[in-house]
């Protein structure tokens, strides 16, 4: 256990997944534990049911005392509250030490920890290379952890770590923003597109919060960053990491890097063939890169060959990410709740073969979804919206001279007009473009329900 925490007087600031994990945590490594939650009417007492040792936890609900803030040596972020908050900036200039949840699981993990971030892509990428990783170890002593912004916190299972523990860790723009010693072994930036810009405020800011990933990497340490991409392409420049660049453009001139690229229909590894494109089961070129980025860490790590291989070519489509639901009457059904994002969507776009009936809309992030309907290139023959940016996206079709367009109550609603409107030789996809929290508790929610109203049709 780190000096920093023992004895300490703690502040988790949330009481979501994030926030009770790194609380519980920070109780069984002998912080003094205060959870706190702006949102006054939550249940303390359900809250309390969650930990073992709840007898030692304070719950603070609604607003932080005066005596309580003085008290505080340590806070603790959930990725969901930002640096601007209020009391985050009162507590800063007290000089409050300020960190966050993912720091916290790296500071108090052993063993590996591999790191993935981007705008798209994580998920899937994460996943994968878990996957790869889990085969690797299989039959040796180390265990390999999923952690992160994939699902269960960093923090529920750093006590679970040892030094041969491979940690694989999805990691959100949120998160970086608290870092301070995080350091993979190796990390990966998939891509930089528009998102979030209501947190960050810009592009430049969302850029430099992901480039984080590598701040503390030296010339042990890999990271691999996306050759196509401007952004993440440039982030090679003044990198103490060893840089390994992906690429779907065929063989690049990159002098002096590894590379991973596509070749005559398949992925190679500095030339050498590692996976047939024809045998991996992924929808959409965008999947080829995140088989491309997890090929490069794998690689970096030591994988042979044949357990990459034989992995990419046994996985299928995480839950979310242009998920197959089903097919009714010659219609194909995708699930691509993940899409929160114009940028996601429209790869999941892209990816549809077959005409495509489109259900977007949601919360308002603040994007721009000119793009997302020039994406449309033919292929969507009717979008159907939902949520609160549906009037935005609506009058950004119709200046793009797209006005197949219809307003829907609700998911359900719209799943049922796709269903009057779908043909047989037809595709439906969600794929929203749009965070989900206008509407429901998150885009795994939303994910669900419209397969179970497609499940019901």
């Given amino acids: 256990m780190s000096n920093r925490y023992r004895d300490k007087n703690c502040l988790v600031f949330g009481t979501g997944v994030s926030g009770r994990a790194a609380a519980g945590l920070l109780l069984k490594n002998g912080a003094r534990v205060t959870l706190f939650d702006e949102n006054g009417k939550i249940d303390s007492e359900a809250l309390r049911a969650g930990f073992d040792n709840a007898e030692k936890l304070n719950i603070v609900l609604g607003t932080l005392a005066e005596e309580e803030k003085k008290e505080t040596d340590i806070l603790v ?29 790296f500071e108090l ?100 919060v992901k480039k ?89 790590f030591g994988v042979p060959d044949d357990v990459i291989r034989d992995t990419v070519r046994n996985f299928k489509a995480v839950e979310h990410r242009i998920e197959y639901v089903r097919t009714l009457n010659g219609v194909d059904y995708y699930n691509d709740s993940k899409g929160t994002n114009p940028d996601a969507a429209i790869k999941a776009v892209e990816a549809m073969i077959k005409p495509t009936v489109l259900i977007g809309g949601g919360y308002d992030k603040k994007s721009s979804y000119d793009e997302f309907i020039e994406a449309f290139d033919g292929k969507v023959k009717l979008l159907i919206l939902i949520g609160e940016t549906a009037e935005a996206i609506k009058e950004c079709a119709l200046r793009h001279g797209f006005g197949a367009v219809i307003m829907a109550d609700d998911l359900c609603d719209a799943v049922n007009i796709a269903y009057d409107n779908a043909r047989d030789g037809d595709a439906v996809l969600l794929s929203p473009a749009c965070a989900s929290w206008d509407m429901f508790k998150n885009y795994e929610e939303r994910g669900r329900l419209f397969k179970e109203y497609v499940s019901s049709l």
């Fill in 77 to 105: 972020l959930s990725p969901g509250v930002p640096l601007d908050n209020p009391l985050v900036k009162e507590l800063s200039k007290r000089g409050v030490y300020v960190t966050g949840e993912i720091e916290l699981g």
């Fill in 109 to 208: 993990s052993r063993g590996d920890l591999l790191a993935i971030t981007g705008t798209n892509g994580k998920t899937t990428t994460t996943t994968l290379l878990g996957e790869i990783m889990k085969a690797y170890s299989d039959g040796t002593d180390r265990n390999v952890l999923v952690v992160g912004n994939i699902g269960d916190p960093y923090t529920l299972h750093a006590d679970e770590t040892t030094d041969t523990t491979i940690t694989v860790a999805e990691i959100s723009s949120f998160q970086l923003e608290t870092i301070h010693a995080f350091k993979p072994r190796i990390s990966a930036v998939l891509n930089v597109t528009p998102d979030h810009l209501n947190r960050h405020h810009s592009m430049e800011n969302y850029a430099a």
């Fill in 212 to 300: 984080r990933i590598s701040e503390n990497q030296d010339k042990d340490d890999t990271l691999v960053l996306n050759y196509d991409d401007p952004v993440t392409r440039a982030m090679a420049e003044e990198q103490s990491a060893d840089v390994v660049f992906f690429t779907g453009q065929g063989v690049p001139v990159i002098e002096k890097r590894d590379f991973v690229h596509i070749l005559d229909g398949t992925i190679c590894y500095n030339g050498s063939r590692i996976v047939d494109i024809d045998d991996i089961q992924l929808l959409g070129r965008h999947n080829l890169e995140n088989v491309m980025a997890a090929v490069a860490m794998a690689m970096r």
